[in-house]
Each structure stands twice: as structure tokens, then as C-alpha cells.
Nanobody, 124 residues
Framework: VQLVESGGGLVQAGGSLRLSCVPS????????VAWFRQAPGREREGIAA??????IYADSMKGRFAISVDDAKRTAYLEVTNLKPEDTAVYYC????????????????????WGQGTQVTVSS
């Protein structure tokens, strides 16, 4: 089982990106899906998740980040607007069957399936 992320790159501050995540062997219908990021020297942090019928965002991520799933295209997305240099990180997609408890949605160890990550670099 693989998750494949794409859409990262070098962006100027103030710009936008849409990251994509495609699973190799399942659809997101019956899975929780989340986005995390990890900057150099920092722990992996949760951005947002869709689990058990709810969409959840980390408090610090509300407003500029939007998670969505297109069931027809079997793709999860993370849209990021007004990018800042501190958003520079490797962004990861994660999934877990059938859901992740909402209280621990941002705990990386709750997810069994991960992508390889896509680098986002924001220049000032």
C-alpha cells in the first residue's frame, strides 16, 4: 500500500500551492486521511485530517490550509494559501483504516500508511 504525494516546489512568500495524495490500493472512502509536515530539526506536526465524518485542523493551521478528498478521483488534497517562509517543510499524506480517534488525529503513530513526502520551500 502506497500513498504518493505531489505538488510541492519552490514558491514565493504569499503564493499558493495545492498538494495531492493518491493511494495505490484503496480509496479514501473508508479511511481517515491527514496531512502532516516536518521542517528540519523539528517534530512532525499535524495540519489537518478528515476522520470519522469530521474535518479537523490544528489551531495554528486554520485559515490558510484546506484539506479535501475527491472520491471520484481517489485523491486527497491540501491547499495552502498566503505561504510564508516558515511553511518550508516536507509535507506528508497519511491514512488509517477505518478512522483515527479525533482526540489523537495529530499523532503520527496513529497512521499506518504514509507517503514519501513532497518538499515545499517558500522564499522570502
Amino acid at each position: 500500500v502506497q500513498l504518493v504525494e505531489s505538488g510541492g516546489g519552490l514558491v514565493q512568500a504569499g503564493g499558493s500551492l495545492r498538494l495531492s495524495c493518491v493511494p495505490s490500493e484503496f480509496t479514501f472512502d473508508d479511511y481517515a486521511v491527514a496531512w502532516f509536515r516536518q521542517a528540519p530539526g523539528r517534530e512532525r506536526e499535524g495540519i489537518a485530517a478528515i476522520t470519522d465524518g469530521d474535518t479537523i485542523y490544528a489551531d495554528s493551521m486554520k485559515g490558510r490550509f484546506a484539506i479535501s478528498v475527491d472520491d471520484a478521483k481517489r485523491t486527497a488534497y491540501l491547499e495552502v494559501t498566503n505561504l510564508k517562509p516558515e511553511d518550508t517543510a516536507v509535507y506528508y499524506c497519511a491514512a488509517e483504516y477505518p478512522f483515527v480517534p479525533k482526540k489523537v488525529w495529530d499523532h503520527p503513530y496513529e497512521y499506518d500508511y504514509w507517503g514519501q513526502g513532497t518538499q515545499v520551500t517558500v522564499s522570502s
